[in-house]
């Protein structure tokens, strides 16, 4: 293809729908986790519940450079990652209800989003513990000469665990298959990275264990998506571990009951002008990819997508109390 | 119309005092605006809205706290994009005025200072620490020595205890049962169950010496013996066999058995038990039926409400009674629930009997074989079907005129065999 | 008489050495990894030979990350291995508590039943080797404390060599500790011995006067006690728990329904520890044929001391078990 060329239709098109896919992503996050804070503000969900607004980019970026064959570990603000990575609106508000339908049966809640269909291994909720699950994975699928990769999301917080430590050696040791993702939000719940690390730059950490690193605007789209289809490949190239630095903001509190002491409001907004998705459909509209109109109609199926979901999620069964103490030892053995 | 609600933002979040109105009536509001700024235990938090409308009434001033779920606005929506969600909690009264929990430190130092003291001094304080607490003075008895002694019917005050501290375990048991210790319960039928051996045969020995010792010292008894003519009973008895098959055919010790139970309904005092120097009958006629075993010793296990059971009825009971007792099946309260005692020795060729009665019941009935005998009637000598019925009565509970009634009774029962 | 020998000679050591040789030949999935379980040997030199067997990729060694390894082999176990992981004493498996309890333990129940994890994780426990206050400790208890996993402790050659392979067929994490005085243990095994069942306590001694409960080293104490013991017509029964969790107690409440006494021997700490679970279920389950209070012996509660007096003093001893019992039955008539 020469450059300056205008590109065939059907690329043209190709890349239009690539990127509405995203865009619907990403917008699906935002009215998924306001319809969240809606439910939990009148009490439909309880317990701990971490939104992801602003931090959509990192998700939907990463998740374009995975197959379906591999593996994803996440936190516990993962309602983001679940939707990007495939697993339904429904199924995820049903768990958020903790209702039999959702994708964990309702016994893990917005913090343990499970699915197997979509190998989605958690919602993990201990800071940094679902480095080392990632690991073993990938290790599985080493051994196993299985050729996929193991994407493990964490937190710039999980930098102080010395389960990130411990896991970034054995992968590099072991030269796994893993790609870790860092987002890096500044703030492990109130603290901010400066207040707990000596190094801030986290790219500097993996050097120690020579693990190739790279840091990425978080609230870019397409630098993002780009920057994880590298680190994949290199993955995918039986190379070892590569992190992914994405550095990001949320912008909604750490968690519902947060009144936010630890950051200022000029702060906040000044990350909420660099808006992942409004940038984005920016940068669509001016290639002239994304109309009003289209915008409009992806904002509709959204809004039923989501109703939907509430919908799914409220005509949903509860587990029978005899139930209980099920699913703490396998019903059956296996082979 | 929606109304606004006051949010919860963590289940520890319980209620919320309002610092400002971000908006006023008539101001119109998007979904995710911030309309109002709310103190909670954690701070000042934003509170955004959740629809698309105009502000028609706000119903708190600053300044007011509130439980979560409490109307705080009234908003109008626009269009039909509304999507109302009522509160969960519906045991959240509205407006209801916020009540603070009211637990008593005074149960919590109640605690912490007996905990302390037993600390400090375990063994030394154990009684005064009891006294405090208000408990009584109690003999220790182990679990299983307290399952045993009511098996026996043994009163425990009157063991000695060799366990620590004096406490009563179940060889102290077992020692005051084969002593013939005064029992004050039940009767002392209960012989070890299980596998048949000399175990089995030394255990049926010493709880048979047990309660019969014990009887002999302690009931000072009277009998009384009377003969029954039961012509037109066994009359009536063959003629209802002839109608049954060979295995539901009656046997006459089950009229018997019937007889004695009606008898006892007409003559309560006999039935029950002399219990701590007191007489104490009993309501519900249970019949113990002594049944001999073939390797010797005896046990009487209780043939329940004899009295209201059929014919037929106690054929089954006596026969199922038989083969368990036999096999060693017998249930615990079959063991001891027994208010009377028959005895029937007609079997082994006894013309009559007189036995001595099973403490701590007061009556035993005795039947000698079924003989014919020559019967005088209206001046006629005649061969009759006679049996004697002997009654063995316990002194201090009854004189020999209410055996007297009871022997009475029984042979007018058992010259109307046909409403047994 | 048949001259072929039909068992064999052998160490606890070498008879779980020979259960992982075993499971690694049986199942390609299988693999074991730990600190210095490979060129080193294993600090107990328990898996000694079976790198040269089955090579570096089967026989792991891995840096001192209790956490990361013990996690990996979570992870491997969810990616379809089936990870015998080794960490070196139990004192060292709290640096990869997290992993065991937040993780091995919840993830079928957190994921509603999607993701089970068949895991293996053997430990040493136990003192009398004059380890000390950081290598001596029994904590088997604690971890029988948490649902989701299982919790095996094999006393016998058999057991050692039989329970590994049930516990790796097993969908759910297991958790197999091993008593580091048992190692050296020799005996016969039979040369077919094989898989056992890894869900019941066994009687090991019949006797009608007192139920000994207990597990690990503690078993032989108890056997030697109940011994002499029988030389005073008190006949002790023995009962080898095996799996601390889930907890057998139909067996030892049968056990207590004949004897009408209990005596819990455990190496762990008393307070809270596996021995008062115990002592409840009895409560719980056979109150009413106790003819003595319920009685423990269990490791003294302090960190454990390194000289060898203190030690022993520290520990369950046959003379202890012999002289409780003998107060027990003996007060009683």
């Known amino acids: ?335 | 119309m929606v109304e606004f609600r006051m949010p919860s933002l963590g289940t520890d979040m319980k209620k919320g005092t309002l610092v400002e109105w971000k908006v006023k009536p008539g101001d119109h509001v998007k979904r995710g605006d911030i309309i109002a700024e709310v103190e909670t235990e954690k701070g000042v938090i934003e509170i955004e809205v959740f629809v698309d409308g105009i502000i028609e009434k706000l119903l708190i001033q600053p300044g007011d706290e509130v439980l979560v779920g409490t109307p705080i606005a009234l908003i109008r929506t626009e269009g039909q994009q509304e999507t109302e969600i009522k509160a969960a909690a519906a045991e959240q009264d509205e407006g209801a005025q916020v009540k603070e929990g009211t637990e008593s430190p005074l149960q919590y130092k109640a605690c912490s200072i007996a905990a302390h003291r037993a600390k400090e001094q375990p063994e030394q304080t154990r009684e005064k620490l009891r006294a405090e607490a208000g408990g009584e003075k109690r003999i220790k008895v182990s679990p299983a020595a307290r399952k045993r002694a009511e098996e026996l019917g043994l009163d425990l005050t009157t063991v000695r205890g060799t366990g620590p501290d004096g406490a009563i375990s179940l060889a102290d048991v077992e020692k005051a049962a084969i002593a013939g210790k005064p029992a004050e319960r039940k009767a002392a039928w209960q012989i070890p169950t299980g596998p048949e051996g000399a175990d089995f045969q030394l255990g049926m020995r010493r709880a048979i010496a047990a309660a019969m010792g014990r009887s002999n010292r302690e009931i000072p008894h009277y009998y009384l013996e009377t003969r029954i003519d039961l012509s037109r009973a066994v009359r009536w008895l063959t003629e209802e066999n002839k109608k049954r098959s060979v295995k539901d055919r009656i046997l006459p010790v089950v009229l018997l058995l019937k007889a004695t139970a009606l008898a006892l309904t007409e003559v309560p005092a006999l039935n029950g038990y002399w219990i701590e120097d007191r007489h104490q009958p009993v309501e519900a006629i249970h019949v113990g039926f002594a049944i001999a075993l073939r390797q010797g010793g005896l046990i009487a296990p209780a043939i329940h409400h004899a009295d209201l059971k059929s014919l037929d009825e106690l054929m089954v009971d006596m026969k199922d009674l038989i083969t368990r007792t036999r096999s060693g099946g017998l249930r615990s309260s079959e063991m001891t629930d027994a208010t009377v005692t028959l005895t029937n020795l007609g079997d082994l060729g006894v013309e009559s009997a007189f036995g001595l009665i099973y403490p701590p019941q007061v009556a035993l009935v005795s039947f000698g074989r079924i003989t014919d005998q020559p019967w005088v009637e209206n001046g006629m000598i005649g061969i009759r079907p006679v049996v004697s019925a002997t009654l063995a009565g316990d002194h201090r509970a009854t004189d020999g005129r209410t055996g007297s009634q009871f022997l009475n009774a029984l042979h007018r029962y058992l010259q109307e065999a046909e409403r047994l | 008489m048949n001259s072929i020998k039909n068992t064999v000679k052998m160490t606890y050591r070498e008879a779980v050495r020979e259960a992982i040789r075993e499971a690694m030949r049986k199942d390609e999935r299988v693999f074991l990894m730990g600190e210095d379980v490979g060129r080193y040997g294993g600090c107990f030199a328990v898996s000694k030979g079976l790198l040269e067997e089955f090579g570096p990729e089967r026989i792991r060694d891995t840096p001192l990350s209790e956490s990361a390894f013990v996690g990996a082999g979570i992870g491997a176990a969810l990616g379809g291995m089936r990870p015998i992981v080794e960490i070196m004493t139990v004192n060292f498996s709290l640096l990869a508590a997290d992993q065991i309890l937040n993780n091995a333990a919840t993830y079928l129940h957190m994921s509603g039943g999607l993701f089970n994890v068949p895991i293996v994780i053997r430990m040493s426990t136990g003192g009398g080797k004059q380890l000390a206050a950081q290598h001596s400790h029994s904590l088997e208890g604690w971890y029988a404390h948490i649902p989701g996993i299982k919790v095996l402790t094999p006393a016998t050659l058999e057991d050692a060599r039989g329970m590994l392979w049930t516990a790796l067929e097993d969908p759910d994490p297991v958790l197999i500790f091993e008593n580091n005085t048992l190692y050296n243990m020799e005996g016969e095994l039979p040369v077919d011995a094989g898989a056992l069942d890894i869900d019941h306590a066994l009687i090991r001694r019949t006797g009608t006067h007192v139920t000994l409960i207990t597990y690990g080293a503690s078993l032989f104490k108890s056997l030697e006690a109940a011994e002499q013991l029988s030389k005073e017509e008190i006949q002790a029964e023995v009962i080898d728990l095996r799996t601390l969790r889930p907890l057998d107690h139909d067996t030892f409440l049968k056990s207590i329904s004949k004897t009408h006494r209990a005596v819990i021997v455990d190496e762990g700490w008393r307070s809270g520890g596996i021995s008062a679970e115990i002592s409840a279920r009895i409560m719980e389950g056979a109150f009413y044929d106790l003819d003595a209070p319920v009685e423990r012996i269990c490791g003294a509660e302090v960190p454990m001391p390194y000289p060898r007096h203190l030690e022993e003093k520290a520990l369950p001893q046959v003379e202890t078990i012999i002289s409780t019992v003998r107060r027990m039955v003996k007060s009683n008539g």
């Open chain 1, 1 to 335: 293809m020469n450059a300056g060329q205008t590109p065939e239709p059907i690329h043209m098109a190709r890349e239009r729908d690539h990127n509405h896919h995203m865009l619907y992503q990403m917008l699906l996050i935002r009215r998924f986790e306001g319809k969240c804070a809606e439910l939990y503000s009148s009490m439909k969900i309880r317990g701990f519940m971490h939104l992801y607004d602003g931090e959509e980019a990192v998700a939907v970026g990463v998740m374009q450079s995975l197959t379906a064959d591999d593996a994803v570990v996440a936190t516990y603000r993962e309602h983001g990652h679940a939707l990007a990575r495939g697993i339904s609106a429904c199924s995820i508000m049903a768990e958020m209800y903790g209702k039999r339908e959702g994708c964990s049966r309702g016994r893990g809640g917005s913090m343990h989003l499970f699915d197997d269909k979509t190998r989605f291994f958690g919602g993990n909720a201990i800071v940094g513990g679902g480095l080392p699950i990632a690991v073993g994975l990938a290790l599985a699928d080493k051994v196993q000469k299985r050729p996929r990769l193991t994407c493990c999301f964490f937190g710039e917080g999980a930098v102080a665990e010395g389960e990130f430590h411990e896991s970034m050696n054995l992968a590099a040791l072991w030269q796994l298959p893993v790609l870790f993702v860092c987002e890096n939000n500044l703030y492990a719940m109130g603290t901010a990275l400066a207040l707990s690390e000596s190094v801030t730059d986290i790219t500097a950490k993996a050097a120690g264990y020579n693990i190739e690193a790279e840091a990425v605007d978080g609230m870019d789209l397409s630098a993002v998506e780009k920057a994880a289809n590298k680190a994949a490949s290199r993955v995918r190239s039986g190379k070892g571990p590569v992190m992914l630095e994405c550095r990001t903001y949320r912008f909604r509190a750490h968690s519902m009951f947060d009144p936010e002491l630890y950051r200022a409001k000029s702060e906040v907004e000044a990350w909420k002008g660099r808006c992942p998705i409004a940038s984005f459909i920016r940068l669509l509209k001016e290639k002239g990819m994304l109309t009003d109109t289209e915008l409009h109609e992806m904002e509709e199926r959204i809004a039923i997508e989501i109703d939907d979901a509430v919908a799914f999620a409220e005509a949903g069964m509860w587990e029978p109390v005899e139930e209980l103490t099920r699913f703490v030892y396998s019903d059956r053995r296996t082979e």
